[in-house]
């Protein structure tokens, strides 16, 4: 499991009995339903991110309905506890659980459920995993406490890729909310990152605010244009054209 290496020591696991019941109920039904020829292709299309159990999307929904049936909503602790305990085994299936989890019931949690989203952000990183928690989660929490603004900006500069990408990409969602002077100072700031996983992020965000303002964004591009790598400006004007 990596960790940023000058990032803060992963979170305590707090005690919880409903993420004693959960991750009981997973780990028998996942690893049930695992198919050793399906993992390894999706291990070799992963990039060896994670080993994997084979579990296709409508199946690993299926058992996650059935591990879930029946229980309590969680509080914040119960999310921390499941997260943490997911994102401490291996198969990347368990991970996925955790960030659907999240989704579900991260309005549940507050402003100081962060750091915990830092931890799974920066811990085993993929896009298959940071999107999600960028858009849903970390974009959930900030929208309820715009104090953790601060936070995303320090992320934001953050020499970990991942954690520049999710401030990147937190506002996916926001639409009219927007901090689009955020934005754009996000974008600027990241303009000449080498990174395609950043490069293809800037451009992403920008884009999906071209939904909500095509001409803010076709006259940034127009005027900051230069500084971006071209992936950045062709995937921020792909839906609106220079």
Excluded at 25 to 50: F, I, N, S, T, W
Aim: proline share 7%; with cysteine.
């Amino acid at each position: 499991m990596r960790v940023t290496e000058d990032g803060p020591p992963p979170p305590r696991v707090p005690d919880s009995t409903l993420a004693d019941t959960v991750v009981e109920r997973l780990v028998a039904a996942y690893a049930a339903a695992a198919d050793p020829v399906a993992a390894d292709a999706m291990r070799a299309y992963m990039k060896d991110v994670a080993p994997f159990l084979g579990l296709k999307t409508p199946v690993r929904r299926a058992l996650s309905r059935t591990v879930e049936a029946g229980l309590p909503r969680p509080s914040e602790a119960d999310c921390t506890a499941v997260a943490l305990r997911c994102w401490k085994l291996p198969a990347r299936e368990y991970h996925y659980f955790a960030v659907d989890y999240l989704r579900r019931h991260v309005r549940r949690c507050s402003s100081g459920f962060l750091p915990v989203t830092r931890h799974i952000v920066t811990a085993v990183p993929w896009r298959d995993t940071v999107d999600l928690l960028a858009a849903h989660v970390v974009g959930t929490l900030v929208a309820a406490d715009p104090a953790l603004t601060a936070e995303m900006d320090r992320w934001s500069a953050d020499d970990d890729k991942w954690l520049v990408r999710t401030a990147l990409l937190h506002q996916l969602r926001f639409k009219e909310r927007t901090d689009a002077e955020r934005l754009f100072g996000y974008c600027l700031r990241q303009s000449g990152h080498p990174d395609f996983f950043v490069r293809k992020a800037i451009g992403w965000a920008l884009r999906e605010y071209a939904k909500t303002d095509p001409d803010a964004v076709r006259d940034f591009v127009a005027r900051e244009g230069g500084r971006f790598a071209p992936l950045s400006v062709r995937e921020a004007l792909k839906n609106i054209g220079a």
